[in-house]
């Protein structure tokens, strides 16, 4: 179902989007902040949206704001920082019922609404910094978010290869940075670098829900035409080259079942045609990895790959046996030959283009995925809905896809295992 | 004709439709006028936990290996001439499933040819096939399986803690079983268990989306095969009230440790397990949510972080209380959790928040109603328990300050409770 679509500028560098369809039961807001990734500014960068996120002038301690929270039918405000290429996106989103559900017809969306944008505009300070006290606690956080990484072996693993994949580019830059930034960040830097993002970044924000937020939309201009600008100008992201020479790593910690990530480059120029050769070689359950890396050859748990457009990179992420890594590796590389070489049956491609056009099709059912759709095409300076991509994806023949996968070269190879098959390897 | 009754909500202005099949199913059916996406759930009330079973023709239970729910469900996505993943490739429905300790399901999410994607699910649910040499190849994707949950610290600290407060019941076991248990897996064991739990009776069909009802009722009256009712029972061992170990501990390589507080309490059925439940969150978050003082205590002390939560767990003969999260101290936790629930005890809950907390419980319910696959998936569990997708938000409407205090006195045994502590390999102690 179509969404209805409008993009306005309100400020130098600041767009506001609303995303409207009468069947939202919920009200969501979404302000990006988007700025280069650099190692300089990362983890001050990475703390701010949190900070913002849990105490404003107003309600100055994390209990006062979510007391609030919740007297608006538990309504939301979080903070999240992500990746888009070699740029750093800083998140505030907010979530409300919509006012018609309230007990008592109550009008939670503009007070939701002022909430939010005084924890973005007007953050509980002292000193000519962020309020000491709840810093130190973000701080830690942050701290202990970057020594957790370890925990979850998978996404470990996919960290450690992005280093590899993109050295000396942005993107090879944790989101949150080191250990090493993390510590060095202080209530005052994280301030001043905070005025500066204000002045400076990107800013998008989405609004999605049943009807026009009149109130709201004024609200949200007013506080940014207010904000003294200096704009930096629009992100953007580089396609990544691939290396002379094939990046290999093993990496051991003590773990049961080796992770294996694969990297290829590409420059090819068309996203929905890598989408589509994606899902051939490894993007859906029925693609050829699914069925022969695992189904057939029982060489891993799972194997499955993904498109990371903004950098032209095609991933193979994987979690074998480390008796089984060379094996899984010579039959992942296989599998892309075959396609290289126009093996693909008109019942593989047909299917992957199926499977594509409904997870697109779905996007605009969920209020998260349809903003994040917008700020993705957004970013790369389109404004295609995912309809106009279905229409794109239609015509997509197999030539292209075989002209697609032969774009693709090898440029790492990132294994962690266990010390004990390191050591025997 | 079919026999179709409506279950409407006024509070909310929603409706959907219930079906008792003549094969035996429970069908429960939601049109979401102007959605694109449709999500369609087949699921029999079986998971990890029912190991021990009879029918009206046994006179004895039987006790089979743990993990055969979840065995069961990765050989029924193989059928005898293909894998379903391949069926479903033709519709574009993207397909998956997934055991739980008391259910076993099977789903596909649409947005085109759901008449398609409904026979697929009807058809493949209901044909099993199963040889000593498919088994076997399963045999070793599930052990690597069960290896990759080795690794998982919040896993693994979770089933500790099970460990610690159950002495019998098999919801302290993995749901996939042990590299040992799978290894008794034969054709024989999936025949009978599947005979026994995938009867229709035992079953539900619950679809959410831009559907057209009638047309899911003729598939449905095409593709099930009548199943006469086994009456099916199921059993447990005695479980009794005390824990089985106060402290559980274990290590992996992680950064800081990790722990699950567990207080055990007496397990309950159908609406007053869900209204034990909603209690329960109540007094939860009265306690220790984010705006509570105890939270702001501890986190301004350092004590917790923000991965500091809370939730209840319970099913068929089993009902808990969980405080999880990394904490440098999880001792120190526990105990401070100990005192506050006597303090509080003593001195009563927070009676000012009762009123907020309500409201923000309602609104993160009437969220749900926005998303096929949460209807279809709250449809499908209020259905396996006998009551439908509206008592949780009306019991949450209906709760009073004095049910949620009697359920604190009720259900937070101080000296009934289990800690689980996963600690980095690298440190001696997490002091």
């Known amino acids: ?425 | 004709m079919h026999k179709k009754q409506i279950i409407k909500n006024e509070r909310i202005g929603e409706q959907y439709t219930y079906v008792k099949h003549p094969s035996g199913l429970d069908i429960y059916i939601w049109k979401m006028e102007n959605y694109s996406t449709t999500h369609a759930l087949f699921g029999t009330k079986y998971g990890s936990i029912n190991t021990k079973f009879k029918t009206k023709d046994e006179t004895d239970y039987i006790t089979v290996p743990s993990g055969i729910a979840h065995y069961l469900e990765h050989k029924l996505f193989e059928n005898e001439d293909c894998d379903v993943f391949s069926l479903y490739a033709k519709t574009g429905a993207s397909a998956n499933a997934y055991t739980t300790f008391d259910k076993t399901c099977y789903l596909f999410s649409c947005t085109d040819k759901t008449a398609d994607s409904l026979k697929i699910l009807l058809d493949f649910v209901q044909d099993p096939y199963f040889t000593d040499e498919s088994v076997k190849k399963e045999q070793g994707i599930i052990g690597q399986e069960i290896r990759m949950y080795d690794d998982n610290a919040g896993w693994r600290v979770f089933f500790n803690m099970l460990q610690g407060l159950y002495h019998n019941h098999p919801v302290k076991i993995d749901i996939a079983g042990t590299v040992e248990s799978i290894a008794e897996i034969n054709p024989g064991l999936l025949y009978k268990c599947y005979n026994a739990f995938y009867n229709l009776n035992n079953m539900v069909l619950s679809i959410a989306g831009n559907i057209d009802e009638d047309e899911i009722l003729e598939i449905c009256d095409k593709h099930l095969k009548p199943n006469k009712n086994i009456e099916l029972e199921t059993a447990f061992e005695d479980e009794p009230e005390n824990c089985a170990h106060a402290e559980m501990t274990g290590r992996l390589e992680i950064a800081m440790p990790l722990f699950n507080i567990g207080f055990k309490a007496n397990p309950e059925k159908g609406i007053q397990a869900v209204r034990a439940e909603i209690e329960t969150n109540f007094v939860l978050s009265l306690l220790a949510d984010e705006s509570s003082d105890f939270y702001k205590k501890l986190y301004d002390e350092g004590i917790i972080n923000s991965s500091f939560s809370s939730e209840v767990f319970w099913g068929d003969g089993y009902f808990c209380s969980i405080f999880g999260g990394e904490a440098r101290n999880p001792r120190l936790v526990l105990e401070k959790l100990k005192t506050e629930i006597e303090r509080t005890k003593k001195e009563g809950l927070d009676e000012e928040r009762f009123d907020i907390i309500k409201k923000s419980y309602y609104g993160s319910l009437i969220r749900d109603f926005n998303d096929a696959e949460a209807i279809a998936t709250l449809m499908m569990n209020s259905g396996m328990e006998k009551l439908t997708a509206f008592d949780i938000i009306e019991t949450v409407a209906a709760v009073t300050f004095n049910d949620v205090t009697a359920r604190l006195k009720k259900q937070f045994n101080i000296s009934n409770s289990s800690i689980s502590i996963i600690e980095p390999l690298n440190k001696e102690g997490a002091e």
């Open chain 1, 1 to 425: 179902m179509s969404i209805k679509y409008n993009r306005e500028k309100i400020s130098d560098g600041i767009h506001f989007t609303t995303l409207l369809n009468e069947r939202q039961k919920t009200n969501t807001t979404v302000i990006h902040l988007v700025t280069g990734l650099s190692r300089d500014t990362v983890s001050l960068n990475a703390v701010i949206p949190y900070v913002l996120a849990g105490t404003n002038s107003s309600f100055t301690t994390l209990t006062a704001l979510n007391r609030e929270l919740n007297r608006l039918y538990g309504s939301v405000i979080k903070g999240t920082v992500t990746k888009v290429g070699d740029s750093q996106v800083l998140s505030l989103m907010s979530g409300c019922i919509n006012d018609k559900y309230t007990f008592e017809n109550e009008h939670i969306t503009d007070g939701l609404t002022e909430l939010m944008l005084e924890c973005l505009i007007s953050p509980h300070i002292e000193n000519g910094g962020f309020f000491g006290k709840d810093f130190v606690l973000k701080k830690q956080e942050l701290l202990d978010d970057i020594e957790a990484e370890i925990n979850e072996k998978r996404s470990y693993a996919f960290k450690s290869a992005a280093l590899r994949i993109f050295e000396n580019e942005p993107s090879a830059i944790p989101v949150k940075g080191s250990l090493e930034t993390a510590y060095a960040i202080t209530p005052v830097s994280a301030y001043q670098q905070y005025k500066k993002l204000l002045k400076t970044a990107q800013i998008e924000i989405y609004f999605v829900g049943a009807n026009e937020p009149v109130r709201s939309k004024e609200i949200i201009k007013n506080a940014f035409s207010a904000l003294e600008r200096d704009y930096a100008g629009d992100n953007s992201s580089a396609l990544s080259a691939a290396k002379a020479q094939v990046c290999r790593v093993t990496e051991a910690h003590d773990v049961a079942q080796s992770k294996m990530v694969m990297a290829f480059k590409t420059d090819y120029k068309s996203t929905v045609v890598l989408k589509l050769m994606n899902a051939v070689f490894g993007g859906t359950p029925f693609s050829k990895l699914f069925m022969n890396v695992r189904e057939k050859l029982s060489l891993c748990y799972y194997c499955s790959s993904g498109v990371n457009d903004k950098k032209g990179v095609i991933y193979v992420d994987s979690g074998v046996e480390h008796s089984n890594a060379k094996k899984a590796e010579d039959e992942i590389l296989n599998q892309l030959e075959n396609i290289q070489n126009g093996n693909i049956t008109d019942d593989e491609l047909e299917n992957a283009r199926l499977a594509i056009i409904n997870s697109w099709r779905g996007v605009s059912d969920g209020a998260r995925s349809i903003a994040d759709w917008y700020f993705q095409r957004n970013y790369s300076n389109g404004s295609e809905s995912p309809e106009d991509f279905i229409e794109m994806l239609k015509k997509v023949t197999k030539a292209d896809v075989i002209d697609a996968a032969k774009s693709l070269k090898l440029d790492t190879v990132y294994i962690l295992t266990g010390k004990e098959a390191a050591h025997n390897a």
